[in-house]
């Protein structure tokens, strides 16, 4: 049986891509705990500097396995229960996302429907192709897309994902870049360059300065203005200490390139 999620380093740049092709990349049990494996494994692998997240065969992701959530439904009890951990399992890994050091990027293509859609909404940053089609439509079979609500209402406007929670219609690449659902659109074609480019010009930066500037980014999102300057600005503090943001501004005032080890 293949891998569920494919590995292949180029540089320091670190592509994990979904391999469930016959059922669109759902996001089985098995496949929420694959990645959740692999986003460990990178977590402390200091090699890389940034993560591209793919799908394999024709779409990204369509969502939760919805064969395997019917046949675990079982009595009510028991039901239940497969629920709980399959929403808490699905969940855990989404904040992996965000929470991982290095920065991650979706490259989307062909559908990223309901918890696909949350997954592209959870990562750093979103690379799609021309033709990709984004929904959250589980009202369309009786099933509010509650729990990929939440990415969802924290990367495009309310109105918005209101409007895509209850009517269950999909919106294409450049209304979901409109939304800063996504940053980019590529030809297909190009999809695999252009994500691979994003994630090159970050890799090129100084680590321990994105690595900061990520946490700090997602950390002041939740905080009150004066709070989240006061939090920003000990991330300045902090970062301007190190002795490699001594040398990039050193390099800068004089006109040359940093030696960075």
């Given amino acids: 049986m293949s891998r569920l999620i494919e590995r292949e380093d180029i540089g320091h740049v670190a592509r994990l891509t979904l391999n469930s092709p016959q059922n669109f990349n759902a996001l089985s049990m098995r496949m929420i705990d694959a990645l959740s494996d ?13 993560v591209i997240l793919a799908g394999a065969g024709k779409a990204f992701c369509a969502g939760h396995d ?9 009595d009510t009890d028991a039901g239940r229960g497969a629920y709980d951990t399959l929403f808490n399992r699905c969940a855990g890994m989404m904040q992996m996302l965000p929470a991982l050091p290095q920065p991650v990027i979706a490259q989307v ?3 990223a429907t309901a918890a696909g859609c949350q ?5 750093d940053l979103a690379v799609a192709a021309e033709g990709t089609r984004f929904g959250v439509n589980g009202v369309n079979i009786g099933l509010f897309c ?3 609500m939440v990415a969802l209402t924290r990367a495009v406007p309310a109105k918005a994902a209101f409007e895509m929670l209850t009517t269950g219609e999909f919106i294409d690449a450049a209304r979901a870049r409109e939304l800063g659902l996504i940053n980019r659109v590529a030809p297909p074609e190009s999809l695999a360059e252009e994500t691979l480019h994003m994630a090159h010009a970050i890799a ?3 680590p321990i300065a994105v690595r900061m500037g990520k946490r700090a980014f997602h950390a002041q999102r939740g905080l009150s203005l004066s709070d989240a300057y006061s939090s920003a600005g000990e991330t300045m503090c902090e970062n301007m200490m190190l002795p490699e943001t001594d040398e ?10 940093p030696r960075w080890s």
């Fill in 204 to 206: 090129a930066k100084l």
């Fill in 119 to 123: 997954l592209v909404a959870s990562c």
């Fill in 109 to 111: 293509h062909g559908v």
């Fill in 248 to 257: 990039g501004i050193s390099a800068f005032l004089e006109k040359r390139k």
């Fill in 38 to 50: 692999a986003l460990r494994e990178i977590e402390t692998d200091e090699h890389v500097r940034a």
């Fill in 66 to 74: 919805l064969r395997e959530m019917q046949a675990a439904r079982g």
């Fill in 146 to 148: 509650a729990t990929p």
